[in-house]
């Protein structure tokens, strides 16, 4: 796999938890509590725990070919518990 395509995936996983995240956040965890239907975070949840695992995956994988310090790493992975955080990775450090 060349690394241009390397990066491309990383950039779709990254778009897609940080879509998941919110989905999860902002609709399926608001469903559950206020209106009492938990069927939405068991299926946003487990497709948003698919995408971390491969997030923090991916951002270990592709720390090395794109030249990442231990810093940079580490901001990428905490970006990935924060909100917006996954978008604001692929803004900054996946533009090459």
């Given at each position: 796999m060349s690394f241009d395509n390397q990066?491309?995936?990383f950039r779709w996983i990254s778009i897609l938890?940080?879509?998941?995240?919110?989905?999860?956040?902002f609709l399926a965890m608001p469903l559950k509590y206020i209106f009492g239907l938990p069927q939405m975070?068991?299926?946003?949840g487990m497709a948003h725990g698919?995408?971390?695992?491969?997030?923090?995956?991916?951002?270990?994988?592709i720390s090395k070919p794109l030249g990442?310090?231990?810093?940079?790493?580490?901001i990428a992975i905490a970006c990935s518990v924060l909100?917006?955080?996954p978008f604001y990775v692929e803004n900054k450090y996946l533009k090459v």
């Open positions: 990066i491309k995936i938890e940080g879509i998941s995240f919110l989905t999860l956040l975070v068991q299926i946003v698919i995408l971390f695992i491969a997030y923090i995956t991916g951002a270990v994988l990442w310090s231990i810093k940079t790493l580490f909100p917006f955080g």
